[in-house]
Structures are given as C-alpha cells and as structure tokens.
C-alpha cells in the first residue's frame, strides 16, 4: 500500500454527538494536536446545522447520505443530501486525490467502549484495531462487511473507519470518555506516521474481531408500537456473550421474553436511543479470532 498522504478526522455526522464535535472544535482551534510530518490531517465539522440546533439531524440521518446514487443525483435536495455532496467535495478538492483515511466519530448511548467499526477486512486496517488494542485493552474492533452500501461516510475511501464511543447521552458530554477517545486519536495518527517512515509498531499476531451477523427489533404491535424493552439482565452488556435461552426482552406486564437464536451471539448498540426510529434493538456479531500473521 502507498503512503498515507492525506487524514481526515469528522466529527458531528450525528449532531448531537458532542464528543466528536467538540474533539473537532478542539483539533480546528489547536491544529498542532493532530499535525504529522509525513502526512495532512483534516479536521472537519459533519452537519452543521443539527450541531446548531442539537439534533441528530435536520431532514435524514447524514451517515446514510454518502451513496454513489445519492451524491450523484442533483435532485435530491434535503439539506442532508445537500451537506454529503460539500463533505464529498471537501475530502476531495479539485485535481486532487481523495483523503486516504476518514475518521468518522460517533458516540452512543449504548455500553460500547472505545469501538473501532470497520466496513471490511481491509488489512491496514486490522493491523492498525492490533495495535490500539494492544496499547489500550478496551479497544473492541468490530466488523461490518455489508456497510458500504449503506451510505456510510466512512465508505467513502478505503481505509474509512469508526471510532464509536459509549455509553453516553446524547447532548452530553462525558470527560472521560472525550479523553479516552482523543488519546485513541493521537494514538492513531502516530501510528500513520510509523507507517510512512516504514517503522510499522509491533503488533500482536491475533486479533479478536466481532462480525456483524444481523439486526433485531423490539416486539411490536401490528401497528408498530413497541410491546416489550430490552431486559435488564441484557441492558448496557455489550459484546458479552447472549445464549440461545436467555432474556432478552421483557413485556411491560413482566413476561420475559427468550432469545431463540441456535447459538451464542454477542449483541452491541443494545438500545441505542437513535435507533428506536430504525428498527434496532442491538445488532448481532460473532466473536472470531482473525489470525494477522504467523508468530516468528
């Protein structure tokens, strides 16, 4: 692979996710912070107007906005629509190449951690969720193979990525979590900048991914309303592992309702708070050892 020329850190695609948007602020008015040698880093604001005015968003969600169909149909006018094709032209100015690497940052009400989410098993990308695994044991790397034809900004180039942070409120901002995740920042630059110079950190040879398998939503009523809520016993434990068998929902009169899958799973974003208007109650990933290289 070439050498990593251009960054670009983006936060506040939801906007009221606080975290990325003031570590943007922050990297906007400090620039020094995220400057590397050996490469540009670019930090930028998602959607302006719901940062503004605290929403997730104005008209759509902007993180579903980034599809080749959608930035390339002038009809489409919502201010979404609108905003995804300036970001597109921003990351890719006029005769040059589009940024290499996007870091798009999300925070979550969900128990999630410090997530790195990646759309494939690119593998720069693997080698770089070793390595800020290494360093910071709470780091989870999951794996979304089917992302890229969602919309996704992260989609936009290759080595596109989350960093997804939780749990916290949305309009909340959790200072621990804000520095755990602008160390895992600087952490991540340093190590693009190891990369170029060809002094690759060492890493180890395993790494300990959670694959996407697929979504679940709430029980609902034949007109849509939801009949039951996550159960306590599966509330804020993400990425444990959930058994054919255990509750996983519980009725408002008390009945508990039983995961029937035919083997263990490990949920993540279980109630994520946007995700009600979705569908969502958790999604569903398998836990995998991936093997990077062989151990000399």
Not at 30 to 52: D, H, Q
Request: with cysteine; net charge negative; glycine share 6%.
């Amino acid at each position: 692979m070439s050498q990593i020329e251009r960054v670009a850190i983006v936060g506040g695609n939801h906007g009221n996710e606080l975290t990325g948007v003031h570590l943007v602020k922050k990297f906007q008015q400090y620039p020094n912070l995220i400057n590397r040698a050996s490469f540009e880093t670019l930090a930028l604001l998602g959607n302006l107007k719901a940062i503004e005015e605290g929403k997730r968003y104005i008209d759509k969600d902007l993180n579903r906005c980034f599809t080749n169909q959608g930035l390339q149909n002038p009809q489409l006018s919502s201010y979404e629509d609108m905003r995804a094709k300036a970001i597109q032209q921003i990351l890719q100015p006029q005769n040059q190449r589009f940024v290499d690497v996007i870091v798009d940052l999300h925070s979550t009400t969900a128990n999630m951690g410090l997530s790195l989410i990646f759309s494939d098993m690119h593998p720069f990308l693997l080698r770089l969720g070793a390595y800020l695994s290494s360093i910071n044991p709470l780091v989870k790397v999951c794996v979304n193979q089917q992302s890229r034809e969602n919309g996704f900004l992260r989609s936009l180039c290759e080595l596109g990525f989350v960093i997804e942070i939780g749990a916290v409120s949305q309009n909340v901002l959790n200072a621990e979590l804000f520095q755990k995740t602008e160390q895992l920042i600087y952490a991540t630059l340093d190590y693009f900048q190891q990369y170029n110079q060809g002094n690759i950190p060492q890493i180890n040879s395993k790494l300990t991914l959670y694959k996407y398998l697929g979504t679940i939503d709430y029980p609902r009523s034949d007109s849509g309303e939801i009949q039951a809520m996550i159960h306590p016993h599966l509330q804020f434990r993400d990425y444990e592992p959930l058994n054919p068998g255990d509750p996983i929902f519980v009725t408002f009169a008390g009945k508990d309702i039983l995961y029937e899958g035919a083997s263990t799973v490990y949920p993540i974003f279980i109630n994520e708070a946007a995700y009600y208007e979705k569908g969502i109650a958790m999604y569903l990933t398998q836990k995998q050892q991936e093997v990077l290289f062989e151990p000399q």
